[in-house]
């Protein structure tokens, strides 16, 4: 499936001025199909986090709610564009995607022991997400699994 995935901030409370960004706002065309979604990540002393809260629901218009964020004088920061393949394998999901300007994707400790079985090479993990990788690329540290 193809989604492209566009980034907001409110201008009076920019989420990218904390470290590490813990908040997202993000509009998704995932295949013509429209979503609204609000991440609040729960980091760890080390920077790392592994669940957060999230709130999504599908809309409508892309269109309207991006009038509305204007005039709620939010600010758009970065667009992903990627190709989402998904799979079943026992208890998980796994998706791999292909997103143009980042990085290989995050990887969840529980599926390094069977990606390393499939001997598909070296595998790096982050904790900041495609949005992130795009605004503060000289920011991102990859830990070696």
Known sequence: MQQVDTYYTPKHRDFTQVRPVSEWLRLRDSDSRYYITYKNWHHEKDGGSHHCDEYETEIGSLEQVEKIFSVLNFKKLVS????REVWNFN???IAIDAAKNTKPPEIKDKMITF???LKIGEIRRNYVGYPYQLLFPREIEHFKQ
């Not at 992903?80 to 190709?83: A, F, I, L, Q, R």
């Open 80 to 83: 992903v564009d990627k190709k």
């Open 115 to 117: 990606l390393k079985s």
């Open 91 to 93: 208890d998980y999901e």
